[in-house]
């Protein structure tokens, strides 16, 4: 038995670094992978698709937003299972039970919308775990799976579920125990463990898998592996293969340069230049180091260029520790005299200080160079 396991579509998510364009064609991005998705099924000939929660970024997400995603769903051609989730549970408010999602749901979407055992055909079973609450008091998972009964003998059944794991050795109860799931796999009462929540493509255990979001959602030093939905095969016997299947097109990419010269930024601007797909990259950059104004300025402009052709670039404030100490020669170049050029003079002692103020007075240096070069230019 073949099937697709994905999960954490948050359909209708924003980023607040992207700008209108760049937020629309994220939107699409995160459509168009459920079109590819279904491309993937109906190559390997997968029986369902199982989407272990968050299918929706939120409960409240505009009817345009649920109609066009349920449009999407609909043109896979084999049945889709949905879990509810943190972002989307079965609560009040929830979208499972709208209006729009109502009028919109096509024949193929089945919402895993109670605890426990959903037959998909003779001899395959899903053991579901919705969230009815964005914060349940125990795993709905691990309650799921110990109130279960053991399936028939030859029945395929696959734990579908949503949450972060509990670590060996640890207690709480909010967590899926990773331990008690494998002990299931290993007496065959489950085949494979499909999980949703963390967004990375992650073995949790021999049969218990994250899929990851099937679209970036995170930069690349928090989330890896995301882009991915996983195939995955289920024998008569013997442990499950999976195999990882890239479906996304967008990357989220931080960066970190250390800079102590003009050497250095073209460096760094050329690594950044060479990123591919500017348009559905979005770069979180940090510099560090000690630079003069004149590879400060050049820094400057060629960053705000590289706004023009990335989804955006983002300065990356924790990573970033980059002073502006000019020589003698640059306070010089700038020509100077008067009350102005004591201001520059202050503001180095202040930047050479390494003193509280030394950021702002070696920003100001940086600004004060750029319009005078600008005044000169003109």
Avoid at 345 to 354: C, D, N, P, T, Y
Wanted: glycine residues 8%.
């Amino acid at each position: 038995m073949r099937f697709v396991h994905t999960a954490d579509w948050q359909l209708g998510m924003t980023r607040h670094f992207l700008d209108a364009d760049a937020q629309a064609r994220f939107t699409d991005a995160r459509l168009d992978a459920i079109s590819r998705l279904g491309a993937v099924a109906a190559e390997q000939e997968a029986e369902f698709v199982v989407v272990c929660g968050d299918v929706f970024e939120d409960n409240r997400l505009a009817p345009a937003v649920v109609a066009r995603s349920l449009d999407r769903i609909a043109a896979i051609g084999c049945p889709v299972y949905l879990l509810p989730g943190n972002h989307d549970p079965l609560d009040a408010a929830s979208i499972y039970t709208s209006e729009v999602f109502a009028r919109h749901r096509p024949a193929n979407v089945i919402v895993l919308d109670a605890p426990g055992v959903h037959e998909v055909r003779p001899g395959v079973e899903l053991l579901a775990a919705p969230w009815f609450s964005k914060h349940p008091t125990g795993d709905p998972l691990t309650e799921a799976a110990a109130a279960a009964a053991p399936p028939a003998a030859g029945v395929i059944r696959i734990a579908v579920g949503h949450g972060g794991t509990l670590p060996v050795g640890a207690q709480d109860q909010r967590l899926i125990d990773v331990t008690a799931l494998s002990e299931r796999i290993t007496a065959g009462a489950l085949r494979y463990v499909a999980l949703g929540d963390r967004h990375s493509v992650t073995e949790v255990a021999q049969g218990i898998w994250y899929s990851g979001a099937p679209e970036v959602t995170n930069f690349d030093h928090k989330e890896t592996g995301s882009g991915s939905v996983l195939v995955v095969d289920v024998p008569e016997e013997g442990p499950s293969t999976v195999t990882a299947v890239r479906v996304g097109t967008w990357r989220f990419a931080s960066r970190e340069f250390p800079l102590s010269s003009e050497r250095d930024v073209a460096a760094a601007v050329g690594a950044l230049s060479a990123l591919p797909d500017k348009d559905r990259t979005v770069v979180k950059v940090g510099f560090t180091g000690t630079v003069g104004l004149a590879a400060k300025a050049e820094l400057d402009r060629e960053i705000e260029a590289l706004r023009a052709r990335f989804a955006a670039v983002e300065l990356w404030e924790r990573k970033t520790d980059l002073a502006v100490l000019p020589g003698e020669a640059e306070l010089e170049s700038l020509e100077l005299t008067g009350p102005a050029a004591d201001a520059a003079q202050e503001l180095l002692g202040v930047a050479r200080s390494g003193g509280e103020r030394s950021a702002d007075a070696s920003g100001a240096l940086a600004l004060l160079y750029r319009l005078t070069r600008q005044e000169v230019g003109a």
